[in-house]
């Protein structure tokens, strides 16, 4: 039972440790995602409205008693007077036929408005997962190449120690050894904090997981900025606009509907005293849409003026979308310039420093401090690229999730 445990135990703290990979975030942030399942209930809600949009109003009954005399011979009586009856009528109220079309018209704008803000909203789920994602995957790498640098630091102390005692190095150079050391560990804590902070926020999006890790491979995401500078109107911020200008145009429809009018019928029973013989009513009624200069006109030019303001709207926002747009793609051409010549150039020239460096440090022609110098300088280079790494692959994942396929 004691191996039993033991092995369980083990592949338990295996499986938790497992790294998680990017689709696998953006796949568990979509099924854990509280305002995803809010707009989902809210595009739901509105497809079955749908249906009734357009519908007849609900019939009316209406019961009550008719020429019931209170005065006279024939006071109080329900059988003396041929005009008294007990009557039981079915109304029904009939829009015009523009107005519930209109009505339907908005309820599918409505409906596709929704869908627009889900797949909105999905959108922003994805890219702010792959952020996340992003974040604590070069948290880690950073707190890796630390890792190496405090590995090269132990074997300088074990050299240094090794000169020390021979009497090849000085013993202020122990002392700065020591000091580096100390730098060292607060640069480790403050790397170990940053990849805690991303976890946090990675671990937002997915869901309580006992342990994440991103040290699987980053996502290779291609864009193609001309399909997407030319798609522009697909943006997610731009999505809702067409259905949006879609209601409005059939709230208006329905305003210009009511310049003729809606109608009704009615048809009513009369049960009266046997002796003169029961009656039936029909009725209709027709709605006069008169004064329309006060009454649908200014209705109507109110609902047009909400077009303008939307189609306004609209265009203020594809003009900051397209200027944002810009921006985010002249940043990621300048980092993947940047990243290029740290890779092709800084980082060989770091690395070559150090070597020199240090071997000039064990010929005894450059002290301690020139080589950790070096050191440092060669590991910010490092850092460095890293962190445009980070820059460019983010910059790809906020363009690559603005635009709804």
Same mark, same amino acid.
Do not use: C
């Given at each position: 039972?004691?191996?039993?445990?033991?092995?369980?135990?083990?592949?338990?703290?295996?499986?938790?440790?497992?790294?998680?990979?990017?689709?696998?975030?953006?796949?568990?942030?979509?099924?854990?995602?509280?305002?995803?399942?809010?707009?989902?209930?809210?595009?739901?809600?509105?497809?079955?409205?749908?249906?009734?949009?357009?519908?007849?109003?609900?019939?009316?009954?209406?019961?009550?008693?008719?020429?019931?005399?209170?005065?006279?011979?024939?006071?109080?009586?329900?059988?003396?007077?041929?005009?008294?009856?007990?009557?039981?009528?079915?109304?029904?109220?009939?829009?015009?036929?523009?107005?519930?079309?209109?009505?339907?018209?908005?309820?599918?704008?409505?409906?596709?408005?929704?869908?627009?803000?889900?797949?909105?909203?999905?959108?922003?789920?994805?890219?702010?997962?792959?952020?996340?994602?992003?974040?604590?995957?070069?948290?880690?790498?950073?707190?890796?190449?630390?890792?190496?640098?405090?590995?090269?630091?132990?074997?300088?102390?074990?050299?240094?120690?090794?000169?020390?005692?021979?009497?090849?190095?000085?013993?202020?150079?122990?002392?700065?050894?020591?000091?580096?050391? %100390?730098?060292? *560990?607060?640069?480790?804590?403050?790397?170990? !904090?940053? @990849? &805690?902070? #991303?976890? =946090?926020?990675? +671990?937002?999006?997915?869901?309580?997981?006992?342990?994440?890790?991103?040290?699987?491979?980053?996502?290779?995401?291609?864009?193609?900025?001309?399909?997407?500078?030319?798609?522009?109107?697909?943006?997610?911020?731009? %999505?809702?606009? *067409?259905?949006?200008?879609?209601?409005?145009? !059939?709230? @208006? &429809?329905? #305003?210009? =509907?009511?310049? +003729?009018?809606?109608?009704?019928?009615?048809?009513?029973?009369?049960?009266?005293?046997?002796?003169?013989?029961?009656?039936?009513?029909?009725?209709?009624?027709?709605?006069?849409?008169?004064?329309?200069?006060?009454?649908?006109?200014?209705?109507?030019?109110?609902?047009?003026?909400?077009?303008?303001?939307?189609? #306004?709207?609209?265009?203020?926002?594809?003009?900051?979308?397209?200027?944002?747009?810009?921006?985010?793609?002249?940043?990621?051409?300048?980092?993947?310039?940047?990243?290029?010549?740290?890779?092709?150039?800084?980082?060989?020239?770091?690395?070559?420093?150090?070597?020199?460096?240090?071997?000039?440090?064990?010929?005894?022609?450059?002290?301690?401090?020139?080589?950790?110098?070096?050191?440092?300088?060669?590991?910010?280079?490092?850092?460095?690229?890293?962190?445009?790494?980070?820059?460019?692959?983010?910059?790809?994942?906020?363009?690559?999730?603005?635009?709804?396929?």
């Amino acid at each position: 039972m004691a191996v039993l445990a033991t092995v369980f135990l083990t592949v338990v703290g295996t499986v938790r440790a497992a790294p998680i990979s990017f689709e696998q975030a953006l796949l568990l942030a979509e099924q854990h995602s509280a305002a995803l399942t809010a707009r989902q209930a809210a595009a739901d809600g509105a497809q079955q409205a749908r249906t009734a949009a357009g519908q007849l109003p609900n019939p009316k009954l209406a019961v009550g008693v008719e020429n019931f005399p209170v005065s006279g011979p024939e006071r109080f009586s329900w059988n003396r007077d041929s005009m008294t009856m007990r009557r039981v009528g079915l109304m029904q109220d009939v829009p015009n036929a523009a107005r519930r079309a209109a009505q339907r018209e908005a309820a599918d704008a409505k409906t596709a408005r929704e869908r627009a803000m889900l797949e909105s909203e999905r959108l922003a789920v994805r890219r702010e997962a792959a952020l996340a994602w992003l974040g604590l995957h070069f948290a880690q790498r950073r707190l890796a190449v630390f890792a190496a640098l405090e590995q090269e630091d132990r074997l300088l102390q074990d050299a240094l120690a090794s000169r020390l005692a021979s009497g090849g190095a000085m013993p202020a150079d122990a002392l700065m050894a020591r000091q580096e050391t %100390l730098e060292l *560990a607060d640069r480790r804590d403050e790397l170990q !904090a940053a @990849v &805690e902070q #991303a976890r =946090a926020q990675l +671990r937002r999006w997915t869901g309580e997981q006992p342990e994440l890790s991103a040290q699987a491979e980053p996502p290779a995401l291609r864009l193609d900025l001309a399909r997407l500078l030319d798609n522009l109107d697909r943006h997610a911020d731009l %999505l809702a606009f *067409a259905p949006m200008l879609a209601m409005a145009r !059939a709230d @208006v &429809e329905e #305003a210009a =509907a009511m310049r +003729r009018g809606d109608w009704g019928w009615e048809v009513a029973y009369g049960n009266r005293p046997r002796a003169f013989g029961d009656m039936v009513s029909v009725q209709l009624s027709f709605e006069l849409p008169v004064s329309r200069a006060t009454r649908q006109e200014p209705v109507v030019a109110s609902r047009q003026k909400e077009v303008e303001r939307l189609q #306004a709207e609209r265009e203020d926002a594809l003009r900051r979308v397209r200027a944002e747009v810009d921006a985010l793609v002249a940043e990621l051409q300048r980092a993947e310039r940047v990243l290029h010549r740290l890779q092709a150039a800084a980082l060989p020239l770091a690395k070559d420093r150090v070597q020199v460096t240090l071997a000039s440090y064990q010929a005894g022609r450059a002290d301690l401090g020139t080589v950790l110098t070096a050191r440092r300088s060669a590991a910010d280079v490092q850092l460095r690229a890293l962190d445009l790494q980070a820059q460019v692959l983010a910059q790809q994942a906020r363009l690559a999730y603005l635009i709804a396929e």
